[in-house]
């Protein structure tokens, strides 16, 4: 039997970068270590993602793909952090959700057939880019901050089954709420903390804070950019986004405190290394050279140089063009599927 091979991190030194309101940083267990047969799988999804919102704009550009369309390159890691410590929990996200709708189990067949309006799409072709759903995944919302209060019900209906109803298959999910820096000044967004605090509902706000609402800086808009802290008494960690091990650690004790205790908020530092949509071209509002120095903090290229310890460059590049073939293929299957024809834009609406 082949003895298994680990991973580890820095653990200090990830802690000390974590900040806290309301809990202590010890109160957090770091991931000291990963299989290396976890850190693959972990890169190959940060890998799927990516590459699917790469090949999205190219689609784009070719005018395959019409209307909106978001991506989410340099923020993969939080997806891939979040899946590791999925476990039946509910998730709703902004219009910037393809990574999320994947890791919560939409095949990337179904979210390019989506954005392409195809039948084979997750919604046949209804909902587009932004409006991408499954059993765990209540979508994708193309207005800013919107999610977070449905996000709300969200998790009082899993409190109302699992703690009043005793459902046991209820009784210990959550629901991550995700929001940006730019929907963290809406008022609905304030309002839904106040709730949750209030009924001490198994929420957990995300907010991704990849500091730009589309052109504007987060800096230009709010006084204060320490977005943990807005819950008042309810407890809030801020990390950065470059290290899979403190993603996973931060998500993980998150989870297991709202399930036990109730809201908490998560800020995570991140950065958008594409454009505010495939549409806009727009950089000028960017320092030159910002983009090129954030690449530094990739988390994809940090976990790919963890991975280097123990494969060769050979075998990381494979995956990656396993996966491009995979993406390469469910794009042009996508293509070929029918597209959505009128008579369904009057199925599946409750009112």
Known sequence: MQEKRYIHCDAQGILNSIQTHGITKEEIDIVQKLEVDEMVYIYKQMMKIRLTDEIMDREYKEKSIRGFCHLS????GIYAALEHELDGDMVISSYRCHGLAYVTGCKTLEILGEVLGKQAGVCKGKGGSMHLYNRNFFGGHGIVGAQVPLGLGISYA???????????DQ???????????GAANQGQVWESFNMAMIWR???VFVCENNRYGMWTSAESISTDTNFYLRGGTMPGIRIAHNNIFGLISVLRY????????????VQIDTYRLCTHSTADE?????AKGEIDNERKNDCMEDTRNRLLAFCSREEIDAIKDRVLEEVERDVDTAKK??????????????L
Do not use: H, M, W
């Open 171 to 181: 009784g210990n999910r959550v629901c991550y709420a995700f929001y940006g820096d």
């Open 73 to 76: 390159i340099g923020q993969e």
């Open 254 to 265: 998150a989870r297991r405190y709202s399930s036990e205790k109730g809201p908490i908020i």
């Open 337 to 350: 599927s029918k597209p959505t024809e009128e008579s369904e834009l009057f199925k599946d609406i409750l």
């Open 282 to 286: 727009r950089e000028s509002y960017r």
């Open 158 to 168: 899993l409190k109302y089954k699992g703690r009043l109803l005793q459902d046991r």
């Open 201 to 203: 509902l198994p929420i």
